[in-house]
């Protein structure tokens, strides 16, 4: 059965940011951190504010989290914006865990199967996670889950054998992760997709190209680990088409993507994915630009400390009329 074309825009309304921002309280002295929890009872109307999730490293890709409100400026369209809400809280995270269970993966399983468990044991019991797996068909084995005995029963479960349907995997994590979208800023969370595959897609029902509009469209970060198979025939023909497209996913939302020279740099790429999400920001501002149009803005954060890098998600579409 084909997937549906259309998918619909998430936009994010937490005025109550914006009200926190704009009170009598906040208009004369710095942005600096405001805590999600005490904010949450007064969640309400419909302004508009783009939240990012960032990630700030120093010129040796060191995670730092020592940074304020002050330190970071944000661009969309070249336009500077007024950060309005800041925090270095570490929100609860959902997580989608994608592993490849296609044949070519079969003396590759149980290296991976440890690797992901490991990184199910790191989760906070406020996180959760759904397990994920494909090959010609994509499984949902694990629902949205807080156990880590089921996430781990369900990683365990995964066998080798039939094709890889990446993007339709990818498709439905997303998806999937959007029912899990906040209601009100007490269930704010960040959202993740973790896929490991080692091929090129050869039998999904969704098309690159939607796949990619969903992810841009989703606030979710995709990260991605792509382990290349050798080439026998020395040709050396550069990256494929797999590695181009978990490139341009995890760019286009603020993820990572990791091409591993062995299955045993798994484990420490999960610990330092794993890393890297317990480090974020969360900074937000209502755009200057308050036409409801629909367009993709573009997104620019900078940091003022010297040597530090800041990456997010590369932009958002703005409401429509």
Known sequence: M?????????????????????????????????????????????????????????????????????DFLLFENGVKQEIGYFSRTSLSL????????????????????????????????QDQAQVIDFDSRVNVLAPFTSSKPDLEKAIASTVAGGSTSLYTAIYIALRELKKTEARGLEELRRRAVIVLSDGEDTSSLVAYDEVLELAKRSETAVYAIGIRSKDPTGSGKGYGQADFALRQLT???????????????????????????SSQYLVGYTSTNQKRDGTWRRISVRTSRPGATARTRMGYYAPGA
Do not use: C, H
Not at 28 to 48: E, N
Not at 252 to 277: C, H, K, M, N
């Open 2 to 70: 084909a997937l549906p074309r259309r998918v619909v825009a998430a936009t994010f309304a937490w005025s109550v940011l914006a009200a926190a921002a704009s009170s009598p309280a906040s208009a004369g002295g710095p942005r600096t951190q405001t805590s999600p929890s005490a904010q949450g009872a007064t969640f309400r109307s419909g302004v508009d504010l783009v939240a990012l999730n960032v990630t700030v490293t120093d010129a040796s890709n060191r995670y730092l989290t020592d940074l304020g409100a002050d």
């Open 94 to 125: 959902s997580v989608s865990l994608l592993l490849d269970s296609s044949a070519s993966m079969d003396d590759k399983m149980r290296t991976t199967q440890e690797a992901a468990s490991a990184f199910v044991r790191s989760l906070r019991p």
């Open 251 to 277: 760019t286009q939302t603020g993820g990572r993507v990791f091409f591993p020279s062995s299955v045993d740099e798994l484990r420490s790429i999960y610990a330092l994915i794993s890393q890297e999400l």
